[in-house]
């Protein structure tokens, strides 16, 4: 037969990269094979063709601060760093606690995102009871534990209760592991004068013990998937894994950010501000690590985009990071030795299954054709004006990377092809 399109290169799979072709028909993938027949052929010899990226930690900013990001603009640049699907965090002006607010972001998706977006419920501090109406229109929930942009901090003395109504609802729990208190008695007693003195400010003492906090809450309720955002430290891996060995149901992410920066590049770059902050190298090198051998479950960008006027003036905390999801992903495998099936795992395969979205994730029949085409032998420098996000800068500017995305599929439909954005 033969296919709208066929993709061929080296196509990740679990056992690891394989020379193929992938035919797809009607957006879907038919076949692997060799000698595919298709009406559009994306020749892709020595790269290396990914399931699409599915990053589970995106602040699109829309409604409510379009200055910032909306939903075009950020897919935008999702394609540009090789994301086909992202999960948009609740903390918005008017957050996504109701049914209101989850109908008004999903009429906003609809109409102007350009890849897959699912959305996250958000736990109310004043009602947590709310979420169990969310639970038809949303992939998963998000809790904060210390406060942030749009939400409150969460109590840990709350959090049984909150995991047995999210249990109930079948859907994951993602979980923003920095206890407020630490902060507040840290933040007073803290020299800000240093470039990197907000490191210190947030210590690893907040987030290892809201970390602790929820494995022990995890105790009382055994069948609800949970994970820990951005983790910044070897000690929060630990617990993740010490939780897991206990058969509790508990993974842990990293952000690009936290992977590729320490706590030194903040000396230089002040824009690097962060929550949680970013860590000394031994920190840094364990979330390598865990990602080497699968202790660190997700890649996420935890995209937070702020104009850069509104950094340089100080106080907000968080980077854009969409633009450069393949950046990182290339100088993971190609510099720290991660395994291209490994990135599979933790950019494609494992989020998907995490957000039960079944229809994506792997390079397999019947799966959706959302390809990530990832060129390892493509070095580019990053810079500023090259970003599509509305942020308009990136925190790698002036950095090379090994490789990047080269083509960009969605459901069949090539969005990027050969550097260049189709829409």
């Known amino acids: 037969m033969e296919h709208d399109l066929v ?4 196509v990740v799979v679990p056992a690891g990269p394989r020379d193929a072709e992938v035919g797809v028909t009607d957006g879907v993938i038919a076949e692997i ?30 409604p409510g601060w379009e200055r910032k990001e909306d939903f075009r603009t950020g897919t935008m640049a999702a394609i540009h760093g ?19 607010a989850l109908a008004l972001k999903a009429r906003l998706a609809e109409a102007k995102a350009l890849v897959g977006v699912v959305f996250y419920g958000g736990v ?8 169990v109406k969310l639970s038809v229109g949303v992939a998963g929930y998000k809790l904060f ?16 209760r909150v995991f047995n109504l999210v ?19 840290t933040a007073q007693a803290t020299d800000m004068s240093a470039p990197d003195a907000y490191c210190d400010s947030r210590p690893p003492r907040s987030e290892a013990e809201a970390v602790a906090s929820v494995v022990r809450a995890l105790r009382g309720e055994k069948g609800l998937a949970a994970n820990v955002c951005h983790a910044s430290l070897r000690e929060t891996v630990s617990l993740v894994e010490g939780a897991r060995m206990e058969g509790l149901r508990l993974s842990c992410e990293a952000t690009l950010h936290h992977v590729y920066f320490s706590r030194r590049a903040m000396l230089d770059n002040p824009l690097l501000r962060t929550n949680p902050p970013l860590r000394g190298e031994e920190d840094r090198e364990a979330l390598v690590q865990g990602l080497r051998d699968e202790k660190v479950s997700f890649l996420v960008t935890d995209h937070a985009p702020h104009l850069l006027e509104e950094k340089e003036e100080g106080g907000l905390a968080g980077v854009p990071g969409l633009d450069d999801y393949s950046h990182v992903a290339a100088w993971l495998m190609k510099s720290q ?32 054709a959302d390809f990530t085409v990832i060129d390892l032998h493509a070095a580019e420098t990053v810079k500023n004006g090259d970003v599509r996000s509305r942020a308009g800068w990136s925190p790698y500017d002036g950095r090379e990377f090994p490789g990047r995305a080269r083509w960009v599929i969605y459901g069949g439909e090539v969005l990027m092809d050969d550097f260049e954005s189709v829409r």
């Open 82 to 100: 090789g994301v086909t699907t992202l999960a948009d965090m609740p903390n918005n002006p008017t957050p996504t606690t109701t049914m209101e």
């Open 337 to 368: 030795g991660v395994h291209p099936a490994t990135v599979a795992k933790a950019a494609s395969a494992n989020p998907a299954r995490y957000l039960h979205l079944d229809d994506r994730g792997e390079v397999a029949p019947g799966k959706r």
């Open 124 to 131: 109310a501090t004043d009602d947590p009871g709310r979420l």
């Open 7 to 10: 993709l061929e290169g080296r």
């Open 167 to 185: 249990a109930g609802t079948g859907k994951p729990l993602s979980i923003h592991c920095e206890d407020q208190a630490v902060i507040d008695e």
């Open 33 to 62: 094979g060799h000698g595919l027949k298709g009406s559009r052929r994306v020749r892709a010899e020595g790269c290396l063709i990914f399931p699409g990226f599915v990053d589970i930690h995106v602040h699109l900013r829309e």
């Open 145 to 160: 534990m210390s406060e942030t942009t749009g939400a409150e901090a969460f109590p840990a003395g709350g959090l049984p």
